[in-house]
């Protein structure tokens, strides 16, 4: 079936610690997104690549990176420098940005 | 940035009765799109509108494009108890440049049905 995956469904990251959350999609998508939902709260861009091997900074990139080095993934890193990482993380993609983006199911990552 | 008021936050309704949320922007957008997330899992696509003044339905659920640009409807008719969940909207576009396509998001409207 076609669709968008995360995973981790949960993960745990131990303070100084950098974390991967994995997104793919096999919908043929060129733009792809990361989202991060925090409770009663909407939804903030973190990071968004219109195209392989390119990427643009969201409302609050500090403390994550990202890459593009296919089409079908891009992968997240939350890395030790984001000083409140807990909350959901929504990965989205496109057939373009102009097109409405769907979304995966989630990772939701905690701090031990 | 641009800002998205969406109401109500929260609503406890009846099985049967209709329902109708709203956002509303400080700015114009040229594409409005309403989402459901259940708890736990990512946001379904519920409905999209590219044009100010549309009306487009899906199923009992019928959503609106303000002739102003800056709000959108959403309406829930004879609602079951499988409408209970989170509904967004989110509204794109509105100014040229780099990250006119990206997306802003409401808060969020969180429906009960009470059986």
């Known amino acids: 079936d076609g669709g968008i995956t995360q995973s981790p469904k949960y993960l745990f990251r131990k303070e100084g610690q950098n974390v991967t959350l994995s997104c793919e999609q096999n919908?043929?998508?060129?733009?792809m997104y990361w989202y991060r939902q925090d409770p009663g709260q909407g939804l903030r861009l973190i990071y968004y690549s219109q195209i392989v091997n390119d990427f643009q900074k969201g409302d609050i990139a500090e403390g994550y990176s990202v890459s593009r080095e296919k089409k079908e993934s891009f992968p997240l890193t939350v890395t030790s420098a984001q000083k409140n990482p807990t909350a959901f993380y929504l990965c989205?993609?496109?057939?373009?940005?102009?097109?409405?983006?769907?979304f995966g199911d989630g990772t939701r990552l905690s701090i031990l | 940035g641009q800002q998205l008021n969406q109401s109500p936050q929260s609503m406890f309704i009846q099985e049967g009765e209709d329902v109708s949320m709203n956002c509303t922007s400080s700015?114009?957008?040229?594409?409005w799109l309403w989402y459901k997330q259940d708890p736990g899992e990512g946001p379904v696509l519920l409905i999209a509108l590219y044009k100010a003044g549309e009306l487009t339905s899906n199923g009992r659920l019928t959503a609106q494009f303000g002739i102003t640009r800056k709000d959108s409807f959403l309406n829930i008719s004879a609602s079951i108890p499988s409408d209970v969940g989170i509904y967004f909207c989110?509204?794109?576009?509105?100014?040229?440049?780099?990250?006119?396509?990206?997306?802003?998001f409401g808060k969020g409207t969180k429906l009960s049905v009470i059986p």
């Open positions: 919908l043929n998508h060129d733009a």
């Open positions: 989205a993609s496109a057939k373009s940005e102009e097109q409405p983006q769907h």
């Open positions: 989110a509204g794109r576009g509105g100014n040229s440049g780099a990250g006119s396509y990206q997306l802003t």
């Open positions: 700015s114009i957008f040229n594409t």
